[in-house]
């Protein structure tokens, strides 16, 4: 018998009456050695249990190597670390995950395939899910509760009902589990509509729904579509992510609290989503596209529980005074925020072009017209492509299938023009200045779709190029791995401002390592790396104006600082503050 059973109203855990009380905290969106930190504050909240997808891309980014199981990818040490805080663990394994992650957690190499139909049936897709389950439970069953760990139940699919209908797809994936050595509880979890939850439920699976507000009614629909059995909001959103060009969701304290005593007085169980939401470090951040293309910012704080960097926020303090009303919270006082960095200017003083470093960072493909970058097998980032002009004069440039996601273009090494995918745009009037002028092409990978039919949408240039409708071939097609910057020739940057892509460097003194924020003020758009750990995606555009920086990843003494600055810039001096910039709020 599994050690979490259900009741014809509730939940049993080894025959007694248990709530689940959960909070979500995505241990690859937090510094591993941040992860102890977390779990303990989520106790301190009065929390039993803690809830993680798996992104299945980053666990398999190949689908004929092994199972990446370490650094922040170290499931087994998260689940350890959970149970020595004395935690259950809510499982969710995906396939398909969304999270607002690159791709929905969804691998590439499975996505790309236009033969595959996600999310089915298919065998083509149940047999990737099937080979990446055969490598994902041997490390995963020490851990589960059967096995004396703490991992209580496990979730099949995620949302499906807001996707499609396929029941004997939903079937396979239950029986996948059990016939690997799952015996804990399985659950479904869909959005509080009857179409959904009918679609996204499975029999002998329980039931669970996802909501933010209008709590009696979301429950009266779960009741209605399964009329006994455990209530069990597997989301409860307390708050909201962020796009490039938004504002900065949050939600009320006060009325996230309130709605939260109202689930748990009519007796159900919560997932609190999220309690901690980290961040999407490095090119993680996944994107929507419904009317129009709109990525994610890298910050994940959700308005969380606990923010960004770690801090009781007020909902924090505010639900420990909720749950205390309905179960016992630890009598230890609650967390204070944490020490922060003393402001810190750092001069960037190095720098090296990017566009003559492209040979250097990785062979080009030669191509007759422009190839994807699936093709490149550059799964993030950027690619460069580059050709020659036949004419001079005053031109249309047209990429027939658009951009994928954001395209930078040069004419003999000058910027003419920005096209994105945002815009649907296809085209961009350029003046060239000789016969054979070089154009260059710099595409931006801003994330991966995470939700809806768009999911593996490909990037880079998209379909042929033309210059006054003639056809332009012969392509050198560029990836570009930024996965390690020390081959990059930095060199005195000297004082002329730069228009172009490029690197900067700079060094700076710590004298005890401590969370800090990095602020770029007079920078516009790339990517940051601090000793070689990738912050992620800087964009003036907001409302995100600063990047977390984990105490962990700075040490003490001599610190580097490397920004990929794609826009140039007159300003050679960033800042590390104490304090985050998440932009103009609004409140939902």
Same mark, same amino acid.
């Given at each position: ?55 299945? +891309? ?26 020595? !805080? ?42 990737? /899910? ?19 760990? #703490? ?6 699919? +995620? ?9 004997? $797809? ?21 959005? &509080? ?22 709590? !009696? ?61 980290? @961040? +999407? ?6 994107? *929507?596209?419904?009317?129009? $293309? ?47 960095? &003393? ?84 085209? %961009?009037? /350029? ?9 260059? /092409?710099?595409?931006? *990978?801003?994330?991966?779709? +995470? $939700? ?15 210059? *006054?409708?003639?056809? %332009? ?33 700079? @060094? ?7 969370? &800090? ?30 990047? $977390? ?34 932009? #103009?709020?609004?409140?939902?």
């Amino acid at each position: 018998m599994p050690a979490l059973t259900t009741t014809s109203d509730g939940f049993l855990l080894h025959g007694e009456p248990f709530r689940i009380l959960s909070g979500a905290l995505h241990y690859f969106r937090v510094h591993p050695d941040l992860w102890s930190d977390r779990l303990r504050k989520a106790r301190l909240m009065g929390l039993n249990t803690v809830e993680t997808y798996l992104p299945w +891309n980053h666990h398999q980014p190949d689908p004929e190597g092994p199972l990446v199981l370490d650094g922040f990818l170290d499931l087994p040490r998260f689940l350890r670390l959970a149970q020595d !805080e004395g935690l259950h663990v809510l499982l969710r394994p995906g396939p398909f995950i969304c999270a607002e992650w690159d791709g929905g957690g969804l691998p590439d190499w499975l996505t790309s395939d236009p033969d595959v139909r996600l999310r089915t049936s298919d065998p083509r897709f149940t047999g990737a /899910v099937d080979r990446y389950l055969d490598l994902l439970l041997p490390a995963l069953r020490p851990h589960l509760a059967a096995a004396g760990g #703490p991992v209580i139940a496990v979730q099949v699919e +995620n949302e499906y009902g807001a996707y499609g209908d396929d029941p004997a $797809y939903l079937k396979h994936l239950a029986d996948a589990f059990r016939s690997r050595g799952v015996e804990e509880l399985l659950f479904t979890c869909d959005q &509080a509509d009857p179409e959904h939850l009918a679609a996204g439920s499975l029999p002998g699976v329980l039931t669970a729904s996802t909501f933010g507000s209008r709590v !009696e009614q979301s429950l009266g629909r779960l009741r209605e579509h399964r009329g006994e059995g455990p209530l069990f909001c597997a989301e409860f959103w307390i708050g909201w992510f962020d796009h490039w060009g938004g504002p900065h969701h949050v939600r009320d304290a006060a009325d996230a609290a309130a709605d939260l005593d109202r689930l748990l007085s009519a007796g159900a169980s919560v997932n609190i989503y999220m309690f901690h939401g980290g @961040t +999407n470090f490095g090119f993680a951040n996944g994107a *929507n596209h419904k009317h129009a $293309y709109t990525p994610t910012v890298t910050s994940y704080d959700y308005d969380a529980a606990l923010t960004e960097c770690g801090d009781p926020g007020p909902k924090y303090h505010a639900f420990r005074e909720v749950i205390a009303r309905h179960a016992p919270v630890p009598d230890e006082p609650a967390p204070s925020p944490g020490v922060k960095l &003393a402001p810190t200017e750092v001069e960037l003083d190095s720098r090296a072009l990017l566009l003559p470093l492209t040979g250097a960072l990785a062979d080009p493909v030669r191509a007759d017209s422009p190839v994807t970058m699936g093709d490149l097998g550059q799964r993030t980032g950027y690619a460069l492509y580059r050709t020659t002009l036949p004419t001079a004069g005053d031109g249309l440039l047209r990429f027939g299938g658009g951009v994928g996601d954001r395209a930078q273009v040069f004419v003999d090494g000058a910027p003419v023009g920005v096209l994105e995918r945002e815009r649907h745009d296809e085209t %961009l009037p /350029v003046r060239v200045p000789r016969t054979g002028a070089t154009l260059e /092409v710099l595409v931006e *990978n801003m994330g991966g779709v +995470n $939700y809806g039919p768009r999911i593996g949408a490909p990037k880079g240039l998209l379909g042929p190029a033309s210059f *006054n409708g003639a056809a %332009l071939r012969g392509w050198d097609c560029h990836p570009l791995p930024l996965d390690d910057l020390g081959a990059v020739p930095f060199t005195p940057a000297g004082e002329a401002a730069v228009t172009v892509p490029a690197f900067h460097r700079g @060094t700076f003194e710590v004298a005890e390592p401590a969370d &800090a924020f990095l602020a770029l003020p007079g920078w516009t758009k790339g990517q940051a790396w601090i000793n070689g750990f990738h912050l992620g995606r800087y964009w003036n555009r907001g409302p995100q104006h600063t990047l $977390y920086v984990p105490g962990p990843v700075l040490r003490r003494g001599a610190n580097e600082l490397v920004l990929l600055e794609l826009h140039g810039t007159t300003v050679t001096r960033a800042r590390l503050t104490d304090a985050p910039d998440l932009g #103009p709020e609004n409140t939902w």
